[in-house]
C-alpha cells in the first residue's frame, strides 16, 4: 500500500502542477479551504423550498446559483429485473448527463468571480452542458475536443454558442493540449484540472439518501477522469462526517478493458497508473489512456471497500439490451457499461448487501445512430 498522502496531494499527484490551485480562490467563507475538503456540518442539509442542487446550497461553495436549468433531482428508478437494483437515471438531466450539476454549479463560481473566458477540455457532454449554461451568464466557453467526438455532441456544443477546436486524437490529448495552452485570461474548468465541479457532482450522493432515506450498499459507476466517481464517494463521506449515516457504499468503479487505469493502479496498490496502448472503444466518454482524478477514484475504493471491474465492448452491447429492453432506459453508450458490469458480476456484488444503485450517467439521445447499431428493432 503507498503512503498516505492527504486529498491535496493526491490531487497534485493527478492533476500536475499546471491545474488550476483552487486553494488560491477566496472560497474560505464558507469553512472551505479546499475544494475536496469536506464542508462543516450543515444545520439542515437540504431547503425543502429550493429544487435542483440549490437545495445543498448551504454545502455549495456559492452564494446562489443564480440560472439552474433544472439539472438535479433525477429519479431513482428501481429495476424491473433485478429486486436488489436501483437506477439513478442522470440521462434526465437538462443537457441529458450529470455533468449539468458540474456545470450549474461551476458556472454559478464563475459569475460570483467575475470571470468571463473560460475553456473546456472534453470528449464532448461537459463542453456542451458548459456551453449552455456559460451561455446564459454571458460567459464566453472555448471547448476542446478530441477528433473522434460523436457528431451529436458537437452539434450541440455549436448550437449552444460555444466555441470548438477540434484537437487532438482523443480525451487525453485534448487536454494537455490546453493545459499547455490556456489562452491569456482564461480559466480552465477541466474536469480533473477544475475540481470545484466535484461539488456539483456530489449532490448525486445526497439525493440517493434522501430518496432511500438511508444509503445503499454499493454504488456503481463508470469512470473516464474518476471524478464522477470520486465525487459521489465525496457526498456520502460527508454524510457520514455529519452523522446522517454511520457508513459509505462501496464504490464499484467500471472502466473499459484495457483502457482502465483507474482500475489498474487500483489492482496494483498504486495511485496512478498511465496506459501506453490501449484498445479502440465505442466509449468514448471513458475509455482512458489516463484518468486525470485517478487517485481520488482510487482513494474512492480503498475507503469504502469497492472494488473495479473493466469492461469489454461486446459486454457493454449486451448491458445497453438490456438497459432498453428490460429496464426501459435509454443510456448513452458509455454509461452502459455500468448495465454491463452489473450483469456480469450479479453474484459478487449481490454479496456487497441488498441495496446496489448504478449510476446511469447520461443519456442515449445524443449517439441514437451509434445505439441503433446494437438494438434489435423487433417487438416482442
Ligand atoms: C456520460 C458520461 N459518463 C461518464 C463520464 C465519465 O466521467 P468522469 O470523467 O468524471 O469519470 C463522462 C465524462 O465525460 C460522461 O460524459
Known amino acids: 500500500m503507498p503512503s498516505a498522502k492527504s486529498l491535496v496531494e493526491y490531487e497534485e499527484l493527478t492533476t500536475g502542477s499546471r491545474a488550476f490551485d ?7 467563507r464558507k469553512g472551505y479551504d479546499s475544494c475536496i475538503a469536506h464542508m462543516p456540518k ?7 423550498g429550493k429544487h435542483g442542487i440549490s437545495r445543498y446550497l448551504s454545502v455549495l461553495p456559492v452564494g446562489e446559483i443564480l440560472i439552474s436549468l433544472g439539472e438535479g433531482e433525477t429519479p431513482l428508478i428501481q429495476s424491473k429485473v433485478f429486486s436488489n437494483l436501483l437506477i439513478k437515471n442522470e440521462g434526465m438531466n437538462p443537457t441529458g448527463s450529470f455533468k449539468d ?28 452542458s458548459g456551453a449552455l ?21 458537437l452539434q450541440m456544443i455549436e448550437l449552444f454558442g460555444g466555441r470548438s477546436h477540434e484537437v487532438g486524437q482523443d ?25 470545484l465541479r466535484s461539488e456539483g457532482a456530489k449532490t448525486i450522493a445526497y439525493e440517493i439518501w434522501e430518496d432511500m432515506g438511508s444509503v445503499p ?29 454511520d ?32 484498445p479502440a472503444s465505442e466509449c468514448e466518454a471513458i475509455v482512458a489512456k489516463e484518468s486525470f482524478c485517478c487517485a481520488k477514484a482510487v482513494h474512492a475504493l480503498r475507503e469504502s471497500g469497492g472494488f473495479g471491474i473493466s469492461v469489454t465492448d461486446d459486454q457493454v452491447i449486451s448491458g445497453l ?60
Open 247 to 278: 457508513k459509505v457504499p462501496a464504490m464499484i468503479c467500471v472502466q473499459i478493458k484495457g483502457a482502465d487505469p483507474i482500475n489498474q493502479a487500483w489492482k496494483r496498490d498504486e495511485w496512478i497508473r498511465v496506459l501506453d496502448d490501449i
Open 42 to 48: 450543515p444545520e439542515r442539509l437540504f431547503d425543502v
Open 321 to 380: 439490451q438490456h438497459a432498453v429492453e428490460r429496464e426501459g432506459i435509454l443510456p448513452e453508450f458509455s454509461s452502459a457499461s455500468v448495465f454491463a458490469a452489473f450483469l456480469e458480476n450479479t453474484e459478487r456484488i449481490a454479496k456487497l448487501g441488498e441495496k446496489i444503485v448504478i449510476i446511469n450517467t447520461g443519456n442515449g439521445l445524443k449517439e441514437i445512430d451509434l445505439l441503433s447499431k446494437f438494438l434489435n428493432s423487433s417487438g416482442l
Open 217 to 245: 450498499d454499493a454504488v456503481i459507476c463508470c469512470a473516464g477522469n474518476g471524478s464522477a466517481l470520486a465525487s459521489i464517494y465525496h457526498g456520502f463521506a460527508e454524510l457520514k462526517e455529519w452523522g446522517f449515516t
Open 133 to 153: 449554461y456559460a451561455r446564459l451568464y454571458g460567459i464566453h466557453m472555448t471547448c476542446y475536443i478530441p477528433k473522434n467526438t460523436s457528431k451529436g455532441k
Open 22 to 28: 483552487m486553494r488560491s480562490l477566496p472560497i474560505a
Open 101 to 128: 450539476r458540474e456545470s450549474a454549479l461551476t458556472l454559478a463560481y464563475a459569475q460570483e468571480q467575475g470571470w468571463k473566458e473560460l475553456a473546456i477540455a472534453s470528449s464532448g457532454n461537459a463542453a456542451l
Open 171 to 195: 480525451y487525453e490529448e485534448s487536454y494537455h493540449y490546453l493545459l499547455d495552452n490556456l489562452p491569456t485570461g482564461s480559466i480552465n474548468i477541466t474536469s480533473g484540472a477544475f475540481s
